[in-house]
């Protein structure tokens, strides 16, 4: 198995909600498949056909950001199987036996993945397994088993009703865990991890649990023909999504070789960028800037000594801070412009752009500058104070940049890169 610990570009600092993660996961999963091989499995056509659902949708799961896999195929087949009322399945199956095929289709999916050494997070498949038991109770203690689809408006109504009560209970529950996931990793606030979760949820989390729904109604009511008939789109979802993905890692891909081609003419000292853009994220963490936010945070912060290219030589050891106001201002206006030619990029360079104002005479007067612009300000200044071959301690450095509060750097962003420090942040 190869689980990805951190998300490229952020340091993780805590796993310890990821191990109860696991250990809740998996006590569930064992209990569940006790309590069913105890009881009996019911509806075993159903059973298998969801089950084999679950397992190639974890087999074929995908990236679709830096921080965990996804697998809309295996959480629309899970939820589906949890909601299942009606006239074509007899027996509703039980909770015990709905996480019982859950957790074994799971093992049986991620097999593969790891026998070809692809990337695969327990961590992340154990959150689901969770919240697909979460939504079987939900909907098994408001919707007795006499209740089924039947053509009926007064039975559709409640169901549909507790179907959308079992799925928002599930993505809720992923919601809460993976904010306080972020928050322990990335000491990002807990309400900004929490409305980025729910942002995740929104656009991708509800597909997968509708798509569930539609499963579930289908298969109740005409039976195993319904999962291919509702399951194609979802398949073309994910093609497309595939290729997001694909795309965003070409994207980073060229923003970090331009940013190394600073490092390759000597305007940089080697790591130099990557170092300057991990303590920005750290700082735009703390801050709780949106996911798009810290995107652009991160590419402004690499490219940040781009426009350096177009002067006559060389800072000694990358050291911008040597440099003149007017050069290093000049040098920010030409990196802003050669990025604004990507046609792509332009909030990166509006980033960029201010990135070497001082706070007095820009951010303090102008709310228009954004504070990522006072991120990348710091992080550059602080990285070279304290990064390599530069010899000051970090309570040096701090005491430096303390210095210019106020009148060179923002007030928020230096009390912010405190924090970031005083919790143990090292290059």
Sequence with gaps: MRASTKAEGHEPEGFGSGVVILVAGA???????????HRGVT?????LTFGVLIAVGEMVQFRVDRSRNRAPIATSAALGYCLLRGPDVPVPPEVAQIVAVTTIATAIGVLPRI?????????????????VGAAAVVFAAIVPNDLAWDGSVAHALPL??????????????????GAGQVTER????FPAALRDELGVTARIGMAMAISGMLLAAGTSIVGLWAPPLVLVPLLFTQFAFRRYSSAQRTYRTTVRSMARSTEIAGFSSPGQNARTAALAVAIGNDLGLTPGRMEALEYAALLSGVGQLALADPSPGGASLLRTREERQRAAEI??????RSGVLDHVAEIV?????????GRANDSSIPV????????????????????QSPDKAMESIGLGIGAEYDPVVVESLRRVVGRGFRF
Excluded at 335 to 340: D, K, R, S, Y
Aim: charged share 15%; aromatic share 8%; with cysteine.
């Design 27 to 37: 006590v569930l999963g064992v209990v569940s498949t006790g309590m069913t091989a």
């Design 43 to 47: 509806g075993w056509p159903f059973a």
């Design 115 to 131: 026998i070809a050494g692809l990337w695969w997070d327990a961590v992340v498949s154990c959150r689901r397994l969770l919240s």
């Design 160 to 177: 549909g009703g507790a179907m959308l009560l079992a799925v928002s209970s599930a993505a809720g529950l992923d919601a809460v865990v």
């Design 186 to 189: 990335y000491s990002k606030p």
């Design 335 to 340: 990196g802003a412009a050669v990025i604004e």
């Design 353 to 361: 752009r201010h990135s070497n104002d001082p706070y007095r005479h």
């Design 372 to 391: 990522e612009s006072g991120i990348v300000n710091v992080a550059l200044a602080y990285e070279q104070l304290v990064g390599e071959g530069s010899g």
